[in-house]
């Protein structure tokens, strides 16, 4: 088998040479190769990671039925999938008789008294074995498992796992056993009338994150909880909007009808307890959640922007709990704008449902960190003056802007800029405003603002969020205000940053309400934080936070970190390719930019220096390249900051104490897009003038280089000899465990992004950093190390670092082989694998040529040969077509059926398979139509006997 593989994979790879060689296409030889190495595995692989048998492995429609059979097989799963599970455990059933009456009243006529019987059943069901990290979703009979009250309890088959309390009460201490090693499921006294008085049809979601200390879902330990807008999307008791129904010719005061608002998964689960237990599920190492709260910012303008909670609707009715901000009702509250008559965000979290998120997430015992966030509501077709254009007079703002593009009007570099003179400091003191602590009233949880009801500064917002963190019992860390760089870099003069004191002031103040159990900082971005090199001639360098970073007040530099770990793009001539590199899911690649590369060597001077790759070093000709360097963290963390005016350096540094504080990344990741480590900042957001893709993104989305970039972040920074250790607190210089990605949502999947019908940005998702419906899964290389070390093989014997890959499920249900797990793998993903050095080698297909036979090399098999023998299978043994069936993993694992096929071939085989891999439509198509070619291209089988001394050992890199 492995040789048909490599012949098919070493064909493809010819392929990609063209021309021909002796006649021969350079496919016949790629092949050729492929079936050489592929020898080599059929010896040692099939040999060595199983026995010579193969059982067939269960249909995709008993991973979801239940069984009750005595000696079956326990499943293994990767990953997350939607399994049966076998009945291990029940009691008889527990019967109740009542009688019901009718008739026989005043109007005469015979009583009718009917027995009524209520059955009722105690069973556990085993799942598969341990240890997994839980049990997201139930159905039951193919529906979600809806038994108010029922008593579920999962236990997680670890070795340590005791026997469950009901079962040892029925059996007696000591009879119970406890299990150890599988996960199952006791459901206790389960009411059975809703079922006809039988058992249902149970199937369960089950997450089994990767068990490698290297995977993502072992080493992220923070997240931020997004997405920051929705009036009761943090609440943890349902609340729902209430419709009046009209009543007579016309008027209100029918019954209506009441719709949840935070009620949208099948779990019957207020949305974000939903989305905490899959996040504890698929994460089960995250300790620390950002909780990401949202106003409205209204104007680009510093001077003219109002920072206001706002809603969705001023009409809306909800029980048990109403919206209320900072004192603000809803009639009063800012109304959002729309996008195809649809709200373009959800309204401001309202303050209970705040508190109740707050509580809720301290009682599982996260960290938390309050995240104020500011949305900009500047909608299309908007006139308001444009800062970004000559003297500030454009109309027309751009479209739902970052916030980082509020600035001074006009904006530094344009005509007619106020930076650096009095009326920039103006502007920025009209957008703190002047709200004091003293100025709110707190009533429990309740928190009102009692200064001037027309002061909508920033320092009303941030104060009022303190005082409500207090009021919910406090948080760990909290943000004074996040990416606000066309704002800090507004200069009163030559080197004065009003903005800057004013946030200095604002962490004072919120300090003093929080108290020193809270951490407090700003959250810079990753362009703003280590200093302002202005772009206007004058050769200025400043280090224009270091008057925060310095402030006591301050506990921690923060850096939201989109830094760029690649610069890949297509073909094999550019300049990461030709230096070796195979591809931006290197982890290695990627490590070797953490602290290299772009933002550290060199830099692109223009858009078209970077079409052509013409790199600039990076250098100041002062011996201190670090200071231009925003990659840099250990020198700008361990050394002085002496200011520059005009380039030149001025007599003593800054406050700033080399390693005082401690460095955290309140974001991180990259979006789930191709490329998406060129440039992990941006988004795709069609309402949004930011909307992008990276740079050289071909657009389609790749779970994979999201989960490689977390794992090459992390992994390099928890790595002490990255991190430097710190001599003035106890510590490193990066608190790795607050590297939080971003992003997880309080909108559980897959409701969230199935409802589109519910939330505008759902189709964001598709490409966007979300983890949420992500994480969970398992990457190819763990998967298929696991596999082989169920084989007896060590990690010293093999080469996975080439895999490339996220699987999202995997079920091995059946007794068969690691070989034949593995090669149900390799016709999804397209690798294969050969022994070179003492060690089995796992390769992707499609790589670059390792070296080119020349016709000196070959020498034929005997007189009456030829120097290469071709053979080609005929048409006719060919698939016309090939189909594929899986389960979609965002589709509740509903059976999905990918096909690709031949038109223009002399055949009519149809050939279709069943994976036991839950997948996304888009990746099970492109591996689908892959495999499709692979069996054509690999037709043609080569042999090419070598001179003893004129070709030396070549294998795949």
């Known amino acids: 088998?492995?040789?048909?593989?490599?012949?098919?994979?070493?064909?493809?790879?010819?392929?990609?040479?063209g021309g021909a060689f002796l006649g021969f296409s350079a496919a016949t030889i790629g092949g050729a190769i492929g079936s050489f190495a592929g020898s080599v595995i059929d010896s040692l692989i099939i040999g060595s990671l199983a026995p010579d048998q193969r059982i067939e492995g269960a249909k995709l429609d008993d991973l979801r039925l239940t069984s009750a059979t005595e000696g079956a097989v326990i499943p293994r799963l990767y990953g997350t999938m939607r399994l049966g599970g076998n009945i291990i455990w029940a009691t008889d059933f527990r019967k109740e008789q009542f009688r019901q009456s009718q008739g026989g009243g005043k109007g005469g006529g015979p009583k009718v008294v009917t027995e009524v019987y209520r059955y009722y059943a105690s069973f556990a069901v085993a799942l598969c074995e341990g240890p997994i990290g839980g049990v997201c979703r139930i159905w039951a009979d193919g529906k979600p498992f809806d038994v108010p009250g029922a008593v579920i309890r999962v236990h997680m088959g670890n070795e340590a796992q005791m026997p469950d309390p009901f079962i040892e009460a029925n059996e007696g201490a000591g009879q119970a056993p406890a299990y150890r090693g599988v996960a199952y499921v006791v459901f206790e006294d389960l009411a059975l009338e809703s079922f006809g008085n039988r058992l249902p049809q149970l199937s369960f979601e089950v997450i089994r994150p990767s068990p490698d200390p290297a995977a993502m879902e072992r080493l992220v330990r923070a997240v931020n909880l997004i997405p920051s807008a929705g009036e009761f999307v943090y609440a943890t008791e349902t609340v729902t909007r209430t419709t009046a129904a009209p009543g007579l010719w016309g008027s209100s005061g029918g019954n209506g009808t009441s719709t949840p608002e935070n009620e949208n998964s099948v779990e019957g689960l207020p949305d974000l307890v939903a989305s905490l237990n899959r996040l504890d599920a698929a994460l089960p190492e995250c300790e620390a959640v950002s909780l990401v709260v949202s106003w409205f910012g209204t104007?680009?303008?510093?001077?003219?922007?109002?920072?206001?909670?706002?809603?969705?609707?001023?009409?809306?009715?909800?029980?048990?709990m109403v919206w209320r901000v900072n004192g603000v009702t809803r009639a009063g509250a800012h109304v959002v704008s729309t996008v195809d008559g649809g709200p373009a965000y959800g309204g401001t979290p309202t303050d209970a449902a705040v508190v109740q998120a707050i509580q809720e997430l301290k009682a599982r015992g996260k960290r938390v960190t309050f995240y104020p966030f500011i949305l900009m509501d500047i909608p299309a077709a908007n006139t308001l003056p444009n800062p970004y254009s000559p003297n500030g007079s454009t109309p027309g703002q751009p479209v739902y802007p970052w916030r980082g593009r509020i600035t001074c009007s006009p904006a530094a570099g344009f005509a007619g800029t106020v930076d650096k003179t009095a009326a920039a400091g103006t502007q920025v003191g009209a957008f703190f405003g002047s709200a004091a602590p003293a100025q709110f009233a707190v009533s429990g949880s309740t928190v009102s603002f009692t200064g001037s009801a027309s002061d909508w500064g920033l320092r009303r917002m941030i104060l009022h969020y303190a005082h409500l963190c207090a009021a919910a019992g406090g948080v760990d860390a909290f943000l004074i205000g996040t990416e606000m760089r066309g704002l800090t870099q507004i200069r009163l003069g030559a080197s004065t940053y009003p903005a800057v004191t004013a946030f200095v002031q604002l962490a004072a103040d919120v300090s003093s309400i929080l108290g020193p159990a809270t951490k407090v900082s700003y959250a810079a971005d990753w362009s703003e934080y280590f200093g302002h090199q202005p772009?206007?001639?004058?050769?200025?360098?400043?280090?224009?936070?270091?008057?925060?970073?310095?402030?006591p007040n301050v506990d921690f530099v923060a850096i939201d970190n989109y830094l760029p770990l690649s610069d890949w793009r297509d073909g094999d001539d550019h300049l990461d390719a030709l230096a070796g590199w195979q591809g931006p899911n290197q982890t290695a690649y990627l490590q070797a930019n953490i602290e290299g590369g772009e933002g550290f060597d060199w830099f692109y001077a223009s858009s078209a220096d970077r079409i052509s790759q013409t790199r600039t070093a990076i250098t100041d000709g002062a011996g201190k390249p670090w200071v231009f360097r925003p990659k840099d963290l250990r020198n700008w963390w361990s050394q002085p900051h002496i200011n520059r005016p005009g380039g030149v350096e001025s007599g003593g540094p800054t406050a700033w104490v080399p390693g005082?504080?401690?460095?955290?990344?309140?974001?991180?990741?990259?979006?789930?897009?191709?490329?998406?480590?060129?440039?992990?900042?941006?988004?795709?957001?069609?309402?949004?003038?930011?909307?992008?893709?990276?740079?050289?993104?071909?657009?389609?989305?790749?779970?994979?280089?999201?989960?490689?970039?977390?794992?090459?972040?992390?992994?390099?920074?928890?790595?002490p000899a990255n991190n430097l250790a710190a001599s003035l607190y106890s510590g490193r210089m990066i608190e790795t465990a607050e590297i939080a990605l971003w992003t997880w949502d309080a909108r559980p999947f897959p409701a969230f992004p199935a409802r589109s019908d519910v939330w505008s940005d759902a189709e964001n998702w598709r490409l966007g950093h979300w983890l949420t419906g992500r994480a969970g899964a398992t990457g190819l290389a763990e998967l298929v190390a696991e596999l082989c070390a169920r084989a007896g093989l060590n990690p010293s014997d093999l080469d996975v670092t080439d895999l490339a890959g996220s699987v999202p499920g995997f079920a091995v249900n059946a007794i068969e082989s690691p070989r034949a797990s593995i090669e149900t793998l390799a016709r999804l993903f397209g690798f294969d694998a050969f022994e070179a050095e003492g060690k089995i080698r796992f390769r992707m297909r499609g790589q670059r040529p390792v070296a080119t036979i020349t016709l000196d090399t070959l020498v034929a098999a005997s007189r009456e040969a030829e120097d290469l023998e071709l053979t080609r299978a005929q048409e006719t043994e060919l698939p016309l077509a090939l189909k594929w069936r899986l389960m979609a993993?965002?589709?509740?694992?509903?059976?999905?059926?990918?096909?690709?096929?031949?038109?223009?071939?002399?055949?009519?085989?149809?050939?279709?398979?069943?994976?036991?891999?839950?997948?996304?439509?888009?990746?099970?198509?492109?591996g689908v139509r892959r495999a499709l070619f692979e069996a054509w291209v690999g037709r043609e089988k080569a042999s090419l006997p070598c001179r003893p001394r004129g070709w030396r050992w070549t294998r795949p890199m």
């Open 889 to 926: 993993r965002d589709e509740e694992f509903a059976g999905i059926t990918v096909e690709a096929r031949r038109i223009t071939v002399d055949t009519a085989r149809i050939s279709a398979e069943q994976l036991p891999i839950a997948s996304t439509s888009g990746a099970a198509e492109r």
């Open 660 to 719: 005082s504080k401690p460095i955290r990344f309140t974001e991180a990741g990259a979006p789930c897009v191709d490329r998406g480590t060129n440039q992990p900042n941006v988004f795709v957001d069609p309402k949004s003038s930011e909307s992008l893709l990276p740079y050289f993104s071909r657009g389609w989305p790749d779970e994979f280089i999201q989960r490689r970039y977390a794992e090459a972040l992390i992994g390099f920074w928890a790595n």
């Open 535 to 551: 772009a206007d001639g004058t050769g200025d360098v400043f280090f224009h936070l270091d008057p925060l970073w310095a402030s």
């Open 1 to 17: 088998m492995a040789t048909m593989l490599l012949a098919a994979a070493g064909s493809a790879i010819g392929s990609a040479f």
């Open 299 to 320: 104007d680009l303008r510093a001077g003219s922007c109002q920072i206001k909670p706002g809603v969705e609707s001023t009409t809306k009715t909800t029980t048990p």
